[in-house]
């Protein structure tokens, strides 16, 4: 299995702060991840995809990086409908990986 | 518009073998590069992949749950099924499915993330 480890595990920040996480692959993805995120008792909604390409639909403010085995997610200026869980999973492999998640709560 | 919903028992108990229905609509599961897959997500956890069908009936698995996983579709009825065998507590969650089409985009990105999501049904494993 290709493990996916995300950091932080939480994050505090605040209304209009710019906030990164990273995810970290167990071995090089070739940029087939993608990023999700979800708000409490909702299913997942993706974010982005080939680790920075943005889902139809989705505010310009996500953006995403990386190669090899690092990558990250962003968000410029941090509204209050971001405040939720983002998870990263690779497709590199079809046994699919998730991260285990990041809390970004209110400060 | 794509959607689905994920139907089954909202309680099993250990040692038994939970069927959990994932029923579709606004796509066909026999287009080319069209998936479904099933997610997990025990109460206040991570996400956890479990298995995932391809519109030509080739099938992948989570390697720590192959073992106990089936998954089938049943494409006049736009259902998949995903079956676990011999349910235990720690199987507790709210189980997913979800729809992929992989594919490369307009500008040659490869897409291959799970787009559409169910709502999600609970089941709890309990005597």
């Known amino acids: 299995d290709i493990q996916m480890t995300q950091s932080p595990s939480s994050l505090s920040a605040s209304v209009g702060d710019r906030v990164t996480i990273t995810c970290r692959a167990s071995?090089?993805?070739?940029?087939?991840l993608a990023w999700y995120q979800q708000k409490p008792g909702k299913a997942p909604k993706l974010l982005l995809y080939?680790?920075?390409r943005l889902e139809s639909g989705v505010p310009s403010r996500f953006s995403g990086s990386g190669s090899g085995t690092d990558y990250t997610l962003t968000i410029s200026s941090l509204q209050p409908e971001d405040f939720a869980t983002y998870y990263c999973q690779q497709y590199y492999s079809t046994r699919y990986t998730f991260g285990q998640g990041t809390k970004l709560e209110i400060k | 518009q794509i959607t689905l919903k994920e139907s089954g028992p909202t309680l099993v108990k250990p040692t038994q073998t939970l069927t959990l229905t994932c029923t579709f609509s606004?796509?066909?599961?026999?287009?080319?590069?069209?998936?479904v897959g099933w997610i997990r997500q025990p109460p206040g956890k991570a996400l956890e992949w479990l298995a995932l069908i391809y519109w030509n009936d080739d099938k992948r698995y989570s390697p720590s749950l192959k073992s106990r996983l089936t998954i089938t579709k049943d494409t006049s009825k736009n259902q998949v099924v995903l079956t676990m065998t011999n349910m235990d507590p720690v199987d507790t969650a709210t189980y997913y499915c979800?729809?992929?089409?992989?594919?490369?985009?307009?500008?040659?990105?490869?897409?291959?993330?799970?787009?559409?999501w169910g709502q999600g049904t609970m089941v709890t494993v309990s005597s």
């Open positions: 979800a729809h992929r089409n992989r594919y490369y985009d307009s500008s040659g990105y490869y897409r291959d993330a799970f787009d559409i």
């Open positions: 080939a680790a920075s």
């Open positions: 071995q090089g993805i070739s940029n087939s």
């Open positions: 606004g796509f066909s599961l026999s287009t080319s590069g069209v998936g």
